[in-house]
């Protein structure tokens, strides 16, 4: 498979979106619903904490079943594809998402508010 950026993966998740409303505030709707798979990635480390007899808290994640690792990798991609498609719904690229993370991480960094709560700090 060829390396794929943001951007080429966002367009790519366009081409295979199939379901109603598209464009519309349903479509909005079924894409933020979607993401709510990342529950389905928490039921994966859940599991793990409570399944795997060998982990303790300092077993490294490399350490871990490759079924486990692999399970995760194919959850992670569906949180991705969700979010690719509500900036598509947006109207908005993963690329400027990133970006706009990155930027109000380093004011963060840059003002010693890394840590504590609250979106606006």
Not at 15 to 24: D, E, L, N, P, S
């Amino acid at each position: 498979m060829a390396s794929l950026d943001f951007n080429s993966y966002q367009a790519q998740c366009a081409t295979t979106a199939k379901y109603r409303g598209q464009g519309t505030v349903w479509g909005l709707a079924y894409v933020g619903l979607g993401l709510g798979e990342s529950g389905e990635g928490q039921g994966v480390i859940k599991k793990i904490i409570r399944d795997i007899e060998e982990v303790e808290p300092t077993t490294l994640n490399t350490d871990l079943p490759m079924e486990v690792i692999e399970k995760m990798k194919f959850e992670l991609g569906d949180q991705l594809y969700y979010i690719a498609q509500t900036c598509n719904e947006l109207g908005f690229t993963l690329q400027q998402v990133a970006e706009a993370n990155v930027a109000k991480l380093e004011d963060r960094k840059a003002r010693g508010v890394l840590g504590g709560s609250g979106d606006y700090r």
